[in-house]
């Protein structure tokens, strides 16, 4: 099994037995885990430490998932972590209203084990390649500037 130890998933959801349920099933994996019983909480956790992944219900009483998902992308330093949307909706409105608020996937409950830690891998690693593509394009920008000022 890969070590995933370095990596931090945010689970946040209103329902104890699913942040239980996700949050065993992803620290069986070796990930470490974080767990915000709401929105607000989210937001709080965010404002301290940027995970690596997040799993965001919909349906919560204070805010909303999708509130709280487009609070977090406008913000540049949370915006890039990748937010998978969980939720007992189905329907392609929801779906779509997901992906337009900034989300990452959508995955409706109940839950398949298998299909959780292959989407984790995959958005953690596609976040892993945009940090790298962002820190590439920060150092190209330093050396413009650098070269500009030179002449």
Do not use: W
């Not at 959780?116 to 891998?121: C, D, F, G, H, V």
């Amino acid at each position: 099994m890969k070590d995933n130890s370095n990596y931090l998933v945010l689970i946040v959801d209103d329902n104890a037995n699913n942040l239980r349920f996700l949050g065993s099933m992803l620290s069986t994996h070796g990930y470490k885990i974080a767990l915000a019983a709401n929105g607000q909480e989210c937001l709080d956790f965010m404002e301290k430490q940027v995970p690596d992944l997040i799993f965001l219900d919909i349906m919560m009483p204070d805010i909303n998932g999708f509130d709280v998902c487009k609070t977090l992308k406008v913000n540049e330093r949370t915006a890039i972590a990748p937010i998978i949307f969980v939720s007992a909706l189905s329907n392609t409105k929801q779906i779509i209203k997901a992906f337009e608020s900034g989300g990452s996937d959508y995955v409706t409950k109940p839950f398949d084990k298998d299909e959780i830690i292959a989407r984790s891998k995959v958005h953690i690693n596609l976040k892993k390649e945009k940090e790298g593509f962002i820190n590439y394009i920060k150092e190209l920008k330093a050396k413009i500037t650098f070269l500009e000022g030179n002449q």
